[in-house]
């Protein structure tokens, strides 16, 4: 898993040297990482050490334990994630919001040269500890990123072809990353496109499941105006009351805050004018009763717990 012939690790950490004296940081998201890495976190891009420290297994199992209901909700979409990219040489890395690789699966012929790598459960991979890198720069940034050989910070890491993808909670807050990393030399960036928008459609997925165990009886609402894809989606109570929202939907709309102790009309959150007197309300529970029972009267009546002559006197005033 060493550095690919064509690139030694003088030449990159003398490339990563210019960019960041050169001022491009200030134009390009892979330099300002770099900068981070080597200013904010006081790394060397030729350390020969890296992620190199892992937990424990006392202290693995309890950071598994605080994942709560992601790890088992992820498991079946890692699944599927390897047996689409695992021919390629891969390893698939699910960490949480510290870079901490907490989950994996990886082809047992590979799992040496990864393992030696630091791609394996208790290693963390934050930029702090490892520079720019697929898991790192992805929970720096709060978005997918596809880092490419040596685009890495650390020298050790440029056979190295990551793309990973944000998972984030039913409230919003970035809890895990996916990662798939390969070190196939002959994968091409265009190739690793390819699996970075694999990686980000299975973190959706995972979002999409969290959300629906965490609102099991609301009705999910697709937002209007997004594709189905981004997973902009809100929960909507009995009482056409939002009581919660993801990421998506969140940034879609320009929410914020505790939805489910502070909920709000879904018509007012779709920016939709809707009539809110009593008498409209009335109106409102009388159609649906007749659209309920196909119109017939006397079933709409029961349902409501009116007489039939009740009920046609509130119809003569609609």
Same mark, same amino acid.
């Given at each position: 898993?060493?550095?690919?012939?064509?690139?030694?690790?003088?030449?990159?950490?003398?490339?990563?040297?210019?960019?960041?004296?050169?001022?491009?940081?200030?134009?390009?998201?892979?330099?300002?990482?770099?900068?981070?890495? &080597?200013?904010?976190?006081? +790394? %060397?891009?030729?350390?020969? *050490?890296?992620? #190199?420290?892992?937990?424990? /297994? !006392?202290? @693995?199992?309890?950071?598994?334990?605080?994942?709560?209901?992601?790890?088992?909700?992820?498991?079946?979409?890692?699944?599927?994630?390897?047996?689409?990219?695992?021919?390629?040489?891969?390893?698939?890395?699910?960490?949480? &919001?510290?870079?901490?690789? +907490? %989950?994996?699966?990886?082809? *047992?012929?590979? #799992?040496?040269?990864?393992? /030696? !790598?630091? @791609?394996?459960?208790?290693?963390?991979?934050?930029?702090?500890?490892?520079?720019?890198?697929?898991?790192?720069?992805?929970?720096?940034?709060?978005?997918?990123?596809?880092?490419?050989?040596?685009?890495?910070?650390?020298?050790?890491?440029?056979?190295?072809?990551?793309?990973?993808?944000?998972?984030?909670?039913?409230?919003?807050?970035?809890? !895990?990353?996916?990662?798939?990393?390969?070190?196939?030399?002959?994968?091409?960036?265009?190739?690793?496109?390819?699996?970075?928008?694999?990686?980000?459609?299975?973190?959706?997925?995972?979002?999409?499941?969290?959300?629906?165990?965490?609102?099991?009886?609301?009705?999910?609402?697709?937002?209007?105006?997004?594709?189905?894809?981004?997973?902009a989606v809100l !929960?909507?109570?009995?009482?056409?009351?939002?009581?919660?929202?993801?990421?998506?939907?969140?940034?879609?709309?320009?929410?914020?805050?505790d939805l489910h102790?502070?909920?709000?009309?879904?018509?007012?959150?779709?920016?939709?004018?809707?009539?809110?007197?009593?008498?409209?309300?009335?109106?409102?529970?009388?159609?649906?009763?007749?659209?309920?029972?196909?119109?017939?009267?006397?079933?709409?009546a029961r349902a409501?717990?009116?007489?039939?002559?009740?009920?046609?006197?509130?119809?003569?005033?609609?």
């Amino acid at each position: 898993m060493g550095p690919p012939m064509h690139t030694t690790a003088r030449q990159h950490v003398t490339r990563i040297e210019t960019a960041i004296r050169s001022g491009l940081a200030a134009r390009s998201s892979l330099a300002a990482s770099w900068a981070r890495s &080597a200013t904010l976190y006081r +790394l %060397d891009p030729a350390a020969s *050490s890296g992620v #190199d420290q892992r937990m424990t /297994a !006392a202290e @693995l199992a309890l950071a598994r334990e605080r994942m709560g209901a992601l790890l088992p909700t992820a498991a079946p979409h890692l699944d599927r994630l390897f047996q689409t990219v695992g021919g390629l040489g891969a390893c698939i890395v699910l960490a949480d &919001a510290d870079g901490v690789a +907490l %989950d994996r699966r990886g082809n *047992s012929r590979d #799992d040496g040269d990864f393992a /030696a !790598a630091g @791609l394996w459960t208790g290693t963390a991979w934050s930029e702090a500890q490892a520079g720019t890198n697929g898991i790192g720069t992805c929970l720096a940034e709060g978005r997918a990123v596809t880092i490419h050989r040596d685009q890495h910070f650390l020298a050790r890491n440029i056979g190295l072809s990551c793309s990973s993808a944000p998972v984030f909670g039913p409230e919003g807050d970035l809890l !895990a990353v996916i990662d798939v990393s390969t070190a196939r030399p002959d994968l091409t960036e265009a190739i690793g496109g390819l699996i970075g928008a694999t990686v980000t459609e299975a973190a959706r997925r995972v979002e999409a499941d969290l959300f629906s165990q965490t609102f099991p009886t609301a009705w999910l609402v697709l937002v209007p105006g997004t594709e189905r894809g981004i997973g902009a989606v809100l !929960a909507v109570d009995a009482d056409d009351l939002v009581i919660g929202a993801t990421r998506a939907a969140r940034l879609h709309l320009d929410l914020s805050g505790d939805l489910h102790h502070s909920p709000r009309p879904l018509a007012d959150v779709l920016g939709q004018a809707v009539p809110d007197g009593f008498d409209d309300a009335e109106r409102g529970v009388i159609a649906r009763a007749l659209a309920r029972t196909g119109g017939n009267i006397s079933a709409a009546a029961r349902a409501l717990g009116l007489s039939r002559a009740t009920l046609h006197r509130k119809l003569d005033r609609r």
